[in-house]
Structure formats: structure tokens, C-alpha cells
């Protein structure tokens, strides 16, 4: 598993040009748009970045087996789930539980410690999840329907956090009306607004792309006004 991590990460890829379960969380409708209908314009990733990119999926890979060695249940890995026609992949169902591991910045693990994501999720982890959940509903290994959760590890100091979340009919029915909106949009022959504005750089009086922009692939052909 780990030697496919290091392949995939040195291949190149094409742009995929279709929705996919892991950018459904976007609350920017233009990045869906042009992943969808314009993905050649997305950035190729600098080495640096597919580097941080391998030593997350690295890292992920080694909690699921120091779980499995500890006695978990590990099931389902990178299972292919389908919802309204788009496919994704989970990252796995831990003793009946559907599970999604992050790797994060020190920084980064407060919102899994102090449990926030319903309050501070800029890039959509729970409404991925919720996905993920919507296309496993029927599944048997998944025994404990109502929660999800998130097992974070702190790339830098090596901290674990189990941050969980119940989860209802009503998310469900907002993740197939947000999703189908989705599919709405990049179908449809407009290109939406913008998602996110410029934040103000300290006090000089400039400006900046907020936290969700500057992550983007798309943020030159966004931005380029």
C-alpha cells in the first residue's frame, strides 16, 4: 500500500473533468465549475506540494495499520461509494464506524481537538463525510449508523485525536439537495460567481486570497482580473 502511495504520487496524472466525492465539500461553486469543465487550467503542483501530499497519505496509511495491529477492526479501505452518480472513495470503517483520517498542522488539530468543524470547516470535511455516509448507508460493516467520525494525526508532533459526530436524516437530505445543486451547476452553461473574496493583508490596506483561495488549482484563472 505504501509503495502505491509513492507511484501515484511520481505518475502523471490528466485532469480528471468530472465531479468527484473529495471536492464536493467546496463551498465555491466556480471551483466545481471549472474542475469539471475546464480542469486543464488547474496548476500543476509544485514538487514541494506533491511531497506534502505523499507525507499525508503516507501518514494515513500508517494509522489505519497501527489500528488494524492494535486490534481494531479496519475494514472497507478506499471503498468506492456512488451518490447521484458521483463516485468517491472512503478512507475506511473502523470497528463499525466510518472513519476519515486527516493529517494536519499543529495548528490545524485545534478544530479536531476543541470539536468544531460545525462551526469552522473551510473545506467541507463534513459535508464529504456526509457523502461518504449517504453512499455506505446500506453497507453491513457500517453498524453504528448515527456517528462519523474524523482520526486526526498531528504530522508534527505525531498526536492522535478521534473527533466524533453524530450525524441525521436532515444532513443527509442537505448533502443530496447541496449535491444535486452541484451537479446543477457545472452541467450548466454560466460560469457562477466567485465563492470567496479577498482579505484585507494586515493593516497596510492591501489585500490577500483567504485561506480556502490560496489552496485552490484554480486561483490564477479565478483571480485573473
Same mark, same amino acid.
Given at each position: 500500500a505504501l509503495a502505491n502511495h509513492v507511484?501515484?504520487?511520481?505518475?502523471?496524472r490528466e485532469?480528471?473533468?468530472? $465531479?468527484?466525492?473529495?471536492?464536493?465539500?467546496?463551498?465555491?461553486?466556480?471551483?466545481?465549475?471549472? !474542475?469539471?469543465?475546464?480542469?486543464?487550467?488547474a496548476e500543476p503542483f509544485p514538487p514541494q506540494v506533491n511531497f506534502k501530499f505523499l507525507y499525508g497519505?503516507?501518514?494515513?496509511?500508517?494509522?489505519?495499520?497501527?489500528?488494524?495491529?492494535?486490534?481494531h477492526s479496519v475494514e472497507k479501505r478506499e471503498h468506492k461509494v456512488e451518490v447521484e452518480g458521483v463516485e468517491g472513495h472512503i478512507?475506511?470503517?473502523?470497528?463499525?464506524?466510518?472513519?476519515?483520517?486527516?493529517?494536519? !498542522?499543529?495548528?490545524?488539530?485545534?478544530k479536531?481537538?476543541?470539536h468544531r468543524l460545525e462551526e469552522d470547516d473551510p473545506f467541507g470535511y463534513l459535508k464529504q463525510i456526509?457523502?461518504?455516509?449517504e453512499g455506505m448507508k446500506d453497507d453491513p460493516s457500517i453498524s453504528i449508523k448515527g456517528s462519523v467520525g474524523f482520526l486526526a494525526v498531528?504530522?508534527?508532533?505525531?498526536?492522535?485525536?478521534?473527533?466524533?459526530?453524530?450525524?441525521?436524516?436532515?444532513?443527509?437530505?442537505?448533502? $443530496?439537495? !447541496?449535491l444535486r445543486s452541484s451537479i446543477s451547476v457545472v452541467a450548466g452553461p454560466d460560469e457562477p460567481p466567485r465563492g470567496f473574496s479577498a482579505v484585507p493583508d494586515g493593516s497596510s490596506g492591501n489585500l490577500?486570497?483567504?485561506?480556502?483561495? !490560496?489552496?485552490?488549482?484554480?486561483?490564477?484563472?479565478?483571480?485573473?482580473?
Open positions: 507511484k501515484f504520487a511520481m505518475a502523471k485532469p480528471k473533468g468530472h $465531479l468527484r466525492g473529495s471536492i464536493i465539500g467546496t463551498e465555491c461553486e466556480r471551483k466545481l465549475y471549472y !474542475s469539471v469543465n475546464t480542469p486543464e487550467d497519505n503516507l501518514i494515513e496509511e500508517m494509522v489505519l495499520f497501527l489500528a488494524q495491529q492494535a486490534g478512507d475506511a470503517v473502523i470497528d463499525g464506524v466510518l472513519i476519515d483520517v486527516k493529517s494536519a !498542522s499543529g495548528r490545524a488539530m485545534d479536531f481537538k476543541e456526509d457523502f461518504y455516509r498531528n504530522k508534527e508532533s505525531g498526536g492522535l485525536v478521534l473527533d466524533m459526530y453524530r450525524r441525521s436524516d436532515a444532513d443527509a437530505k442537505a448533502l $443530496l439537495s !447541496s490577500k486570497l483567504c485561506t480556502q483561495c !490560496s489552496y485552490c488549482a484554480f486561483k490564477d484563472k479565478c483571480w485573473q482580473d
